[in-house]
């Protein structure tokens, strides 16, 4: 099993930037595909970013805005978001899941970390 513990969250106003951590530890081989996602009032759970061995996918909504990336001497998953909008308000997560697919389905990815507000004001 792996534990995940996000941190960095915070306000912005829009056009800003933020920085998310994911601090991962425990079975961090056995667990090799990590992501972002987030959940803002009201809406489902939606993916944002993720990451396995290189290989990056992004939600429409942030591609070219967001970048996920991974320090593997750290064991730390970033999410560097850049241009926020009001819209990118949420509570966001990160989780891991096991297997080659590396998808922004958040259905397959178990466990999750405890979430980070982001809040962008207009």
């Known amino acids: 099993q792996v534990q995940l513990v996000e941190s960095g969250g915070g306000s912005v106003q829009a056009g800003g930037s933020l920085k998310l951590s994911c601090s991962v530890s425990?079975?961090?081989?056995?667990?090799?595909?990590l992501g972002w996602f987030r959940q803002a009032p009201g809406n489902g759970r939606e993916g944002v970013a993720t990451?396995?061995?290189?290989?990056?996918l992004y939600a429409d909504s942030v591609k070219g805005r967001f970048t996920i990336s991974k320090d593997d001497v750290e064991n730390t998953l970033y999410l560097q978001m850049n241009t926020l909008k009001p819209e990118d308000t949420a509570i966001y997560y990160c989780?891991?899941?096991?297997?080659?697919?590396?998808?922004?389905?958040?259905?397959?990815?178990?466990?999750w970390g405890q979430g980070t507000q982001v809040t962008v004001s207009s």
């Open positions: 989780a891991a899941r096991k297997g080659g697919y590396c998808g922004l389905e958040y259905q397959y990815f178990d466990p």
């Open positions: 425990g079975s961090v081989y056995t667990y090799k595909c």
């Open positions: 990451l396995i061995e290189g290989r990056r």
